[in-house]
């Protein structure tokens, strides 16, 4: 196993917010249409960003892109499944 190499600027999983960020949106938001509390939504967002380079390293067929996140699209993509999760919060509780 060989871990991938992070991605460099201009490619996807550098920057904050990349064509993945509307993806880490809609999960946020089916976690809020699930019923799912906060807490969870966010501990499910990291989980995942942490399960996701381990994936990346042994099964990177699965992904599109298989260079290992930035730390700031890591952070970007938390920040996109709690907006995801807010909206839908918002929309289900006005």
Do not use: S
């Amino acid at each position: 196993m060989r871990w991938p190499r992070y991605a460099r600027r201009g490619e996807v999983n550098y920057a904050a917010f990349d064509r993945f960020t509307v993806a880490h949106f809609l999960i946020g938001a089916g976690y809020g249409l699930l019923g799912l509390a906060l807490w969870v939504a966010i501990v499910l967002a990291i989980a995942w960003e942490v399960v996701e380079n381990f994936l990346k390293a042994y099964v990177p067929i699965i992904f599109p892109h298989a260079t290992q996140d930035t730390l700031r699209n890591a952070a970007g993509d938390v920040v996109a499944v709690l907006a995801g999760w807010t909206v839908t919060y918002f929309l289900l509780h006005a």
